[in-house]
């Protein structure tokens, strides 16, 4: 079975500066989707980012980028010039590519961004 | 914008009541999903559906039931509400073909079983 790890409960960020948060998984297959989802106090949750197994370069959205690495299955998120509105709950997802599995998102325990002015 | 409506953001229910959660989504989504979030945990699936009267278990059903009826309603049901079930519960919904396609969530609900 898939599983994602957010080794990082909670990480702190100065207004205007960059922060990783990592996210590693662990799966057997070659195909698949990455995906970070924020969760701001309103609850709603927002994709921020997803990434394809299959592409090489690494997806940016904006301030948001990520440092995809598969031989390593590491899938880290990277907020550039951070702003308040920024501070939420950050998830990191997994979904296989595959029929049987296609429909299944595995979510990691979560992040809590706080952003400091 | 796709829209996926729970019916209620806050609920409090007693030990042993019949729950309903509701949820409705508005772009014909073939899927649709149900999670339940808790500290520390992430968000972990209960059942989802990929069609109409169409049901498969997730990683934590027990305890829960579902039901499709019509293509944009999903409801998880609480037989028999405990004090276990206090949580978040997240609804979600995608559409059926689009692999890369990201799920689209509700505002949660937040349930409390006293």
């Known amino acids: 079975a898939q599983t994602v790890t957010q080794s990082q409960p909670e990480m702190s960020v100065q207004e205007a500066e960059t922060v990783t948060l990592s996210c590693t998984y662990d799966?057997?297959?070659?195909?698949?989707?990455l995906f970070w989802y924020k969760q701001p106090p309103s609850r709603q949750m927002i994709l921020v980012i997803r990434?394809?197994?299959?592409?090489?370069q690494n997806a940016t959205e904006n301030r948001f980028s990520v440092n995809f690495q598969k031989a390593a299955k590491s899938f880290s998120l990277k907020i550039s010039d951070s702003q308040l509105g920024d501070a939420a709950m950050y998830f990191c997802?997994?979904?296989?590519?595959?029929?049987?599995?296609?429909?299944?998102?595995?979510f990691g325990a979560g992040t809590i961004l706080r952003v400091k002015s | 914008d796709v829209k996926v409506t729970q019916s209620s953001r806050y609920l409090v229910k007693r030990t042993g009541e019949k729950v309903f959660l509701e949820c409705v989504q508005d772009?014909?989504?073939?899927?649709m999903f149900w999670y339940r979030q808790d500290p520390g945990l992430g968000l972990r699936l209960i059942y989802f559906?990929?069609?109409?009267?169409?049901?498969e278990k997730g990683d934590i059903p027990e305890g829960y039931s579902v039901s499709r009826e019509k293509k944009e309603r999903f409801s998880l049901i609480l037989e028999s509400a405990s004090t276990n079930q206090t949580s978040m519960y997240l609804c979600?919904?995608?559409?059926?073909?689009?692999?890369?396609?990201?799920?689209?969530f509700g505002n949660g609900t937040r349930l409390t079983v006293t």
């Open positions: 979600a919904s995608r559409p059926g073909q689009i692999y890369n396609s990201p799920l689209h």
């Open positions: 997802a997994y979904r296989s590519a595959a029929m049987e599995y296609g429909n299944k998102l595995v």
């Open positions: 799966t057997s297959e070659s195909d698949y989707y």
């Open positions: 559906s990929y069609d109409v009267k169409m049901k």
């Open positions: 772009m014909d989504h073939e899927n």
């Open positions: 990434q394809e197994a299959y592409k090489q």
